[in-house]
Nanobody, 124 residues
Framework: EVQVLESGGTSVQAGGSLRLTCRIY????????MGWFRQAPGKEREPVAD??????????DSVRGRFTVSQDRTKNNLYLLYLQMNNLKPDDSAMYYC???????????????WGQGTQVTVSS
């Protein structure tokens, strides 16, 4: 079973920086892509950034140029996913979730592996 564990969320002032880390214990599963999502109170969960096994990243328009996603797949059964967040804004406040998927499963489909989330709060 794949386990997904996020860490690094905390409270920070607007303009500050934060780095989130996700540990994915893949248990020999083939992970095609890993990503970050976020959900603010009263809003739907939205994609933030993801990166695939070919090192191709993608970003939501709202974070492009401020956030950077990166990964480490050098360890056999432990993949690491990072989200460097700079110039944070109050609108970035949300629960941030890490997720992983196989190639044949889309993000919106069952079968995606999700973490429990880590809270980021940005104060003005």
């Amino acid at each position: 079973e794949v386990q997904v564990l996020e860490s690094g969320g905390t409270s920070v002032q607007a303009g500050g920086s934060l780095r989130l880390t996700c540990r994915i214990y893949r248990n020999y599963e083939e992970i095609y892509e890993m990503g970050w999502f976020r959900q603010a109170p009263g809003k739907e969960r939205e994609p933030v950034a993801d990166i695939n096994q070919n090192e191709t990243p993608s970003y939501a328009d709202s974070v492009r140029g401020r956030f950077t996603v990166s990964q480490d797949r050098t360890k056999n059964n432990l993949y690491l996913l990072y989200l460097q967040m700079n110039n944070l804004k109050p609108d970035d406040s949300a629960m941030y979730y890490c997720a992983a998927r196989r190639f044949e499963i889309l993000w919106r489909e069952p079968g995606v592996w999700w973490g429990q989330g880590t809270q980021v709060t940005v104060s003005s």
